[in-house]
């Protein structure tokens, strides 16, 4: 049979050799899948978030061989590997073990009018769900769904990226230490083929993260079966630095919003944009920033930067780069690859003619950061929404209040002001896009409610409160007269309403007294 390798980015060497999962073994998947959450649905949701916090504690157990993995499957620094992927994952399980059960217990509605009779919303499991995760955070940001789709009494079959399976493999033991029951979570290991197969076999939703086209194909075969979908997609997030700016803080921000895990994910700073004031400072103070990170492989303990993990992203860096310096822009620092070509120096580019370039357009997913300019607050917010993406955005001011006008005018899921990329890993706060960025969102409250069902309850708030309404048949002239009455208690003026008030409510006494109702 043939076998899938995983690979360390940063030098190349073999991690392991896997079987991938047959489609057969999907079949059997989703059947022992359908089985296992019949019975954990119908446990008590504090029962479920307790679970929660027995995985909370066996993360942190095993924390320290969890970054090893992720640093060496992924090739993010040990750094980043703890404080971006373990620590919000382990945040985020504190947070919904305490937070589902208040989240997901019926909720009464308020009605106007129709005081004698009660709704609830009543939140119930979708199923068996998929998740279909990416390589640039193979471990937040699947087991951030996982952690959800389970407390809301889902199973849950996982295909990991084919780039990272290990990492995948391990969300798999550390919830089955965690005390899990027996095929909740299953993982599936695989290309594009097998989630497609996946799909074939109609898990209640989907949920992805990864790339448009991905994504579009996706949503297409989902189409087939009305399969609901959450699609977390691209970004090309721009970061609007005003005029008032502290040049070492904005310069900062931008360093490590474009640069974080060598800006290979979809909330990295991708468009800069600053006041033309204070470009000529800020590209030099940035620039010289740029120079001192530290790029180095994967078991370096000092390195700022790691390898670049996709090989095909490298061909979309080449394409990028050779397009901005056939168009005369200028590269104010790095450029170039490693003899190896597994390492992308940090790249900043300026000049008049970005804007009109791919490298400004089109998401790059790598460490390149265009530099552009603005004059007025008008143009900056223009210039910020004039992209297909909209998933994230940072207003960089000493005037919060300010930052907070432009954020309301910005098309995108999030707006930090004075901060980049991280609320991606906060699970109180909700994360997904718009336009080409996405459709859903994933954490937060709301989040959590995109993985169940909501049912509506409508009945009488009393038995002896059930009698027919006056709208059924047969319709007679006094029933319409009533109703017709009855709509001027809407008018605004309140004289209007007490004018008609006599009128609606002997008409109502009238079609009462006078009941014909079959």
Known sequence: MKTHTSRNP?????????????????IQAFDRARAAQRAWGALPLSARAKTLLQLREVIIQHTDEIVELITQENGKPYFE?????????????????????????????PLSIMKHRQSTLNYWPLGVVT????????????????????????????KPSEITPLIGLKIQAMCDLAGFPTHLLQTLLGDGILGSQIIAQRPNKIFFTGSVATGKIIMAQAAEYLIPVNLELGGKDPIIVLADADLDFATSATLWGGYTNAGQMCASVERVLVHESIVQPFTTLLSKKT????????????????????????????SQLQEAKAAGITICAGGQFSEDRRFLQPTLLAGKALETLSVYQEETFGPVLPITTFRSIPEAIEKANNNRYGLLASVITRDLALGEQIARQIQAGSVLINEVCYTAGLG??????????????????????DFVNIRHIHKPRAPWLTFKSLWWFPYTDIQYRTFRLFLELYRCSWLKKLAAFPHFLSAAIRLIKNDKRL
């Open 428 to 449: 109180e706060t909700p994360w997904g896009g718009l336009k080409d960025s996405g459709i859903g969102r994933s954490h937060s409250l709301e989040g959590l409610k």
């Open 81 to 109: 590997a703890l404080a971006n992927e373990v620590i919000p994952s382990v945040d985020m399980l504190t947070f919904f073990a305490k937070k589902a059960p208040y989240a997901l217990r019926d909720t009464n509605l």
């Open 131 to 158: 998740i279909i995760s990416p390589w640039n955070y193979p471990w937040l940001l699947p087991l951030g769904e996982i952690m959800m789709a389970l407390v809301a009494g889902n199973a849950v079959i996982f």
């Open 291 to 318: 120079a001192l990170l530290r790029q180095g492989p994967s078991h370096s303990r000092s390195n700022d930067l790691g390898p670049i993990t996709l090989e095909k992203q490298k061909k979309i860096y080449d």
């Open 10 to 26: 940063a030098d190349g060497s073999l991690l392991a050799e896997l079987v991938p999962t047959t489609p057969d073994q999907v």
